[in-house]
């Protein structure tokens, strides 16, 4: 990807056509290629140089903007050979579990590999980002979108069930993208540092219910559920209002943090308040609130 202050653009870089009908079309430029669309043919060698956010045309005329693709807009771009992670959930998680550059976080599954770039891009050169999948397919068709934007060199990709565990110890944070987070949290507690972050998106409360009870019996604490909505406008200033259509669901967000606890030293009050405790902990209390758990 070029670097975001460049006004001007070089071969190697990712750039996006904008054309009518917001049609959009993203690739590397490269000295001697072309690009072929159903509006013409454009020469590379024509949009070297070029002033990002400019318009360019085809040999037939057909209009275009020429732009520094967003992330968003690369993640739409990703071949879809499972359900993806989308950009409204994808922002929030990575500011949510505090994961940047020089961090080291494991997600599963692969999948079509949408997380997996957000991950790599936010980890940076500096970091690593452990992938798992169960199934070798997937992560094929992944890692091909994930090297088109350069992003390989940050991942370890790994084809396993992981139910058998993963090989990292002391992560900054964990993400699993599976039906049944519930079974893996042990796993997961294994893989991460004291008061890494787990999270999960899952689509039904079932999961939800599920993923919570298992939470507990593993000592996650400081948890949160969460939805994310977001409503789009048509920008027409006559006539400003909600579009048509909107995605009103995807997943429930799924979040705590991994802690030590010293079962001589409990504090009721604020195990309860860090999520670990639940109302009928509370109700039939006798201090002995890890009976069955150890
Ligand atoms: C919904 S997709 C993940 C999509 C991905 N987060 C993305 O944004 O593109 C779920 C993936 O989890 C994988 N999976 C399911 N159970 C698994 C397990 N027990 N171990 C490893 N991978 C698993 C599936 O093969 C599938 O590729």
């Known amino acids: 990807m070029s670097e975001k202050s460049e006004t001007v653009t070089k071969p190697g870089d990712l750039v996006q056509l904008v054309g009518l009908s917001h049609k959009s079309f993203i690739f590397t430029l490269q000295e001697g290629a072309e690009f072929h669309t159903h509006r013409g043919v454009i020469k590379h060698d024509d949009l070297i140089g070029k002033q990002w956010g400019t318009q360019i045309f085809s040999h037939n005329g057909s209009p275009f903007f020429i732009l520094q693709p967003s992330f968003t807009d690369l993640l739409r771009g990703i071949k879809r050979a499972t359900q993806i992670m989308y950009p409204k959930e994808i922002g929030y998680i990575l500011l949510y579990m505090g994961i940047g550059p020089g961090q ?133 200033p006559t006539r400003f209002r909600p579009t048509d259509r909107m995605i009103a669901h995807t997943g429930y967000l799924i979040f705590g943090r991994k802690v030590q606890v010293d079962r001589d030293l409990v504090d009721l009050k604020l195990l309860k308040e860090v999520g670990m405790l639940g109302l009928d902990d509370e109700d039939s209390s006798d201090g002995d609130v890890f009976e069955g758990q150890e």
């Open 104 to 236: 080291h976080v494991l997600e599963a599954g692969t999948g079509s590999g949408s997380f997996t770039s957000a991950l790599a891009h936010a980890v940076g050169s500096t970091g690593r980002v452990y992938s798992y999948d169960i199934k070798e397919s997937s992560q094929e068709i992944a890692k091909k979108s994930i090297a088109k934007l350069g992003l390989l060199d940050h991942i370890d990709f790994k084809v396993r069930d992981i139910q058998s565990g993963f090989d990292e110890r002391n992560l900054d944070a964990a993400f699993l993208d599976v039906s049944n987070p519930y079974d893996y949290l042990k796993q997961v507690r294994d893989a991460l540092k004291p008061g890494g972050y787990f999270g999960c998106i899952v689509p039904t409360t079932n999961q939800v219910i599920k993923t919570l009870v298992a939470l507990r019996r593993e000592d996650f604490a400081f948890i949160e559920v969460c939805d994310i909505s977001v409503k789009f406008y048509k920008t027409e």
